[in-house]
């Protein structure tokens, strides 16, 4: 764990320094030369600036240990740094997109220059280096927010290439190109955050688990020896981790210590697994046909 901290806190300042860099020459040198398509992805990119000092700061509190005040740890914590940078990708976006209808009525002023082709250029090795960085830190860490940022890093690389349309138009002498690419800019910044949002929302609400998932837990149980069947059987997240919770029959002739020994074997084989975070674990006695009546309620409202 505190290897995934010091390589999430590194894929975290990288994200702020290449976004500060990207923002001074692409911004500075959009402003210079009235390119709307390149102060547009700049623009982005002070939203990704943003998004990438809120996973810093608040991502590394996911790494907590569990406390008085968050006996459950702090797993949701993450999602809800990611939650937030999909919130400001769909505002900037909205603002972006604005800001380029705006220009397109009116009389597009930009004057082509080889430094913006320049600029073009160091903002594609920039997020290139950005999203290859910080993608092969998270298959290690697997945190949600670097994900949001890798997903925000691969997403400006779509838009710098939009850019590049504006840009060309400029150099072919059709400046209107130039706030119709900032638009498309506008358009994948929306998309993006939307996408973000919508995972995020299922880690916070505690929405179930997928059925390949519940299912396999469900295998993983019944391979005990002792358990003849689980009924009341539930897998919801908790944050990007997912909480499990079941009754187990097992047969009523275990004593109690044994009944304690099955309980332990059962709760350390879920735990064992990266995505699980929490088991609780009901033990009933064989011969009371919950669990049959459970299974077949489940079966028969999966085949309706």
């Known amino acids: 764990?505190?290897?995934?901290?010091?390589?999430?806190?590194?894929?975290?300042?990288?994200?702020?320094?290449?976004?500060?860099?990207?923002?001074?020459?692409?911004?500075?040198?959009?402003?210079?030369?009235?390119?709307?398509?390149?102060?547009?992805?700049?623009?982005?990119?002070?939203?990704?600036?943003?998004?990438?000092?809120?996973?810093?700061?608040?991502?590394?509190?996911?790494?907590?240990?569990?406390?008085?005040?968050?006996?459950?740890?702090?797993?949701?914590?993450?999602?809800?740094?990611?939650?937030?940078?999909?919130?400001?990708?769909?505002?900037?976006?909205?603002q972006l997109l604005a800001d380029a209808w705006q220009t397109i009525l009116s009389t597009p002023e930009s004057h082509y220059s080889i430094y913006l082709v320049a600029a073009l250029g160091f903002a594609f090795a920039d997020r290139y280096f950005c999203y290859w960085y910080t993608k092969r830190v998270n298959r290690e860490v697997q945190s949600p927010g670097l994900s949001a940022l890798v997903a925000d890093s691969k997403n400006d690389l779509y838009t710098t290439g939009a850019a590049v349309v504006g840009v060309a138009g400029m150099a072919g002498g059709y400046p209107i190109l130039d706030p119709i690419a900032g638009g498309l800019v506008s358009l994948l910044v929306i998309n993006q955050g939307i996408e973000v949002s919508r995972e995020n929302v299922d880690y916070l609400i505690d929405s179930a688990a997928p059925e390949h998932v519940r299912e396999n837990l469900r295998n993983e149980i019944r391979t005990h020896d002792d358990v003849h069947g689980v009924h009341d059987f539930t897998v919801y997240h908790a944050g990007t981790v997912y909480e499990v919770e079941f009754h187990a029959e097992v047969s009523a002739d275990h004593s109690f210590v044994e009944a304690h020994d099955i309980e332990t074997d059962l709760r350390n084989a879920l735990m064992s697994r990266d995505e699980v975070g929490d088991v609780h674990i009901h033990l009933d006695p064989a011969g009371m046909g919950e669990w049959k009546d459970a299974d077949e309620k489940r079966v028969s409202s999966s085949a309706n």
């Open 1 to 94: 764990m505190a290897d995934h901290r010091t390589e999430f806190l590194k894929a975290s300042w990288i994200n702020v320094i290449t976004n500060v860099l990207k923002i001074v020459v692409e911004g500075g040198l959009g402003l210079a030369f009235g390119s709307l398509a390149l102060v547009a992805d700049a623009a982005h990119s002070v939203a990704d600036l943003l998004a990438s000092a809120v996973v810093l700061v608040w991502g590394r509190l996911s790494f907590e240990d569990p406390d008085e005040n968050h006996p459950h740890g702090h797993e949701r914590v993450e999602p809800l740094t990611a939650l937030f940078v999909g919130g400001m990708l769909i505002l900037l976006g909205l």
